[in-house]
C-alpha cells in the first residue's frame, strides 16, 4: 500500500525517534501489504467515524473512549483515553497501525512504546476547520485506497455547509467546560469550541486568550455572554440550569437572565469530524433560536 500524507505527523518526529511509516514531507511511503485485513486502533472519535464512513469499520479492532458513533463502535474494545492510555491492552489487540490525532491525542512515550513493539502510529495534526476535516479525511481515503468513498464524504460535507442557513446576527457564546462545580474553565480563541462557534454565525467570548482559563465571576460579568454553550455532560455535572446559574457571575449575565444554556454531544460539538456540517447547523440553529433563518439559497 501506498501512503501519502501532506499534515500527517509522525509521532517519532515528536518523541526524536525514526518512523517508515510516515512522514511529515508530504513524501509517497510504502508500509506493509503482507497481511490481508489490516487491523487498526483508532484514539480519536472523529477518525473513527471517518474510518467507518470510508467502509473501515470492520478493520477497527480498538477505539478510545470518544469513539462513540456510528453505535456500532460500542462493540469495540475500549482503550481508554488519551490522557490514560492503556498500552498494554492496545499491544493485545495486536494492530497494524494506531491513529491518532496529534492535539488531545496519544503521548510521545506512548508511541514509542508501540513503535518498538513493531506497531506503525499515525497522528494527524488536524485544523479545525471545514477544509481541515475535508483534508485529513481525504488523506485517510487516499492512503488506504477508499478514494471513491473519501469523495463521497467530503461532498456530502459540501453540500450540508452550502445549505446551512445565514443569520443576520452574532450573538456572544461563552463555552465553559465543566466538570463539576468546582471545576470550570473559559474557552479561549483557538479551541475547537470557539471554532465552531463562528461558523456557526456566532462570536467567542473568549477571543482575548487562547487555550483555557479558570472561569472568574468577574470576566464572566464582564464578557456578558449572549448564551454559555456547554457539553451536555458539563451541564448534568453542574447539575442542570439551576445549578449553572449559582456559579458566581453567571445569573448577572444576558445568558444567565435569559436562561440561555446550549447544550451538545461533546465529540460533535469540538470533533470536526465527518458530520461537521451537521454540528454546525445544529449549534446555529440554538444559538439564534429567536432570529428567523434567511437560507443561503434564498441570497
Given amino acids: 500500500m501506498n501512503i501519502r500524507f501532506a499534515s500527517i505527523l509522525s509521532v517519532a518526529a ?5 518512523l517508515v511509516s510516515c512522514n511529515n514531507s508530504g513524501a509517497e511511503m510504502k508500509t506493509d501489504t503482507s497481511k490481508k485485513e489490516l487491523r ?11 474510518l467507518a464512513g470510508l467502509g473501515m469499520e ?45 492535539e488531545r491525542g496519544i503521548k510521545p512515550e506512548q508511541a514509542t512504546q508501540l513503535q518498538q513493539a513493531g506497531v506503525k502510529v499515525w497522528v494527524i495534526d488536524q485544523e479545525y476547520s471545514i477544509d481541515g476535516t475535508k483534508r485529513y479525511i481525504t488523506m485517510l481515503a487516499d ?35 465543566a466538570r463539576g462545580a468546582g471545576a470550570l474553565s473559559v474557552c479561549g480563541s483557538n479551541m475547537p469550541m470557539a471554532k ?37 455532560t458539563g451541564l448534568e455535572s453542574v447539575d442542570g440550569p439551576d445549578g449553572m446559574l449559582k456559579v458566581p457571575g453567571v445569573a448577572q449575565t444576558k445568558a444567565g437572565k435569559a436562561k440561555n ?18 454540528a454546525v447547523k445544529e449549534l446555529g440553529e440554538k444559538m439564534h433560536a429567536a432570529e428567523p433563518a434567511k437560507l443561503a439559497q434564498a441570497k
Avoid at 515528536?14 to 525514526?18: E, G, L, M
Avoid at 487498526?40 to 471517518?50: C, D, F, M, Q, R
Avoid at 473512549?65 to 498494554?88: D, F, I, R, W
Avoid at 444554556?261 to 451537521?278: Q, T
Fill in 58 to 102: 470492520e478493520n477497527i479492532v480498538g477505539v478510545d473512549v470518544t469513539s462513540t458513533y456510528p453505535a456500532s463502535l460500542q462493540t469495540k474494545a475500549k482503550v481508554g483515553n488519551t490522557h490514560n492510555l492503556n498500552v498494554e491492552s492496545i499491544l493485545a489487540l495486536k494492530p497494524d497501525y494506531v491513529i491518532s490525532m496529534k
Fill in 143 to 177: 492512503s488506504f485506497h477508499k478514494e471513491d468513498a473519501g469523495k463521497q464524504m467530503t461532498t456530502a460535507i459540501d453540500a450540508a455547509f452550502t445549505a446551512l442557513p445565514k443569520y443576520g446576527t452574532q450573538p456572544s457564546v461563552m463555552f465553559i467546560y
Fill in 40 to 50: 487498526i486502533v483508532s484514539l480519536s472519535g472523529a477518525l473513527s467515524e471517518t
Fill in 196 to 232: 465552531m462557534i463562528v461558523l456557526a454565525g456566532g462570536v467567542n467570548a473568549g477571543n482575548d486568550f487562547e487555550g483555557f482559563k479558570p472561569l472568574t465571576a468577574e470576566a464572566v460579568v464582564k464578557n456578558n455572554p449572549d448564551a454559555i454553550l456547554l457539553f451536555s
Fill in 261 to 278: 444554556f446550549i447544550v451538545m454531544d461533546g465529540e460533535l460539538l469540538s470533533g470536526f469530524g465527518p458530520r461537521v456540517a451537521e
Fill in 14 to 18: 515528536i518523541a526524536a525517534c525514526s
